[in-house]
């Protein structure tokens, strides 16, 4: 029998900037005890000048190693519920040496708005990726070797560029 480990959890990287070249910037990995399914993740960025900016979300089939990450609070929707396993992460830096690339499940442009705009609507722009209505279903990560993320590509970071970035999912236990 399948046991629920409170269904669905949330974690957010707010306002953090990334390094001058980055590749994942906030990914979320599984683990040994649950399978993860990865229900939608976002994005919303802010730089110096109006722009639109080359983002995708890959998936890795072994982990990130080394650079500088910030484990992120993961919120329960259910507070009852016990603590997720998944790992949750923000990375800061581009010295961290990514994982093997499985394929990216998602790409495209993501509009990111000015920092002090002038004759425009301020504040942040984004995309949220809902897994289950893009593709019919969660993308899942079956053990902790495995994680999704929102990645730049090694592109030069844009002058200002700070990133809000999100993650929806739940876990079940393995059997």
Partial sequence: MIKYNEPFRYATASGFTPGATPEDVFTISGNSITNVYVCAMGISTVQTVDNFEPWAIVKRSTPNIGGISISLQQTPFNSNGPA????????????????????????????????????????????????????????????????????????????????????????????
């Fill in 84 to 175: 997720a396993n998944a790992t949750v992460l923000q990375y800061t830096t581009t010295a961290v040496t990514d994982g093997t690339l499985q394929g990216s499940v998602w790409a495209g442009y993501v509009m990111s708005n000015d920092q002090a705009p002038t004759n425009d609507v301020a504040g942040y722009s984004g995309v949220e990726i809902d897994f289950e209505k893009l593709y019919g279903a969660p993308i899942v990560l079956l053990s902790a070797n495995e994680s999704l993320g929102w990645n730049f590509n090694g592109n030069v970071k844009p002058a200002g560029l700070t990133v809000i970035a999100w993650v929806t999912w739940y876990e079940l236990y393995k059997v």
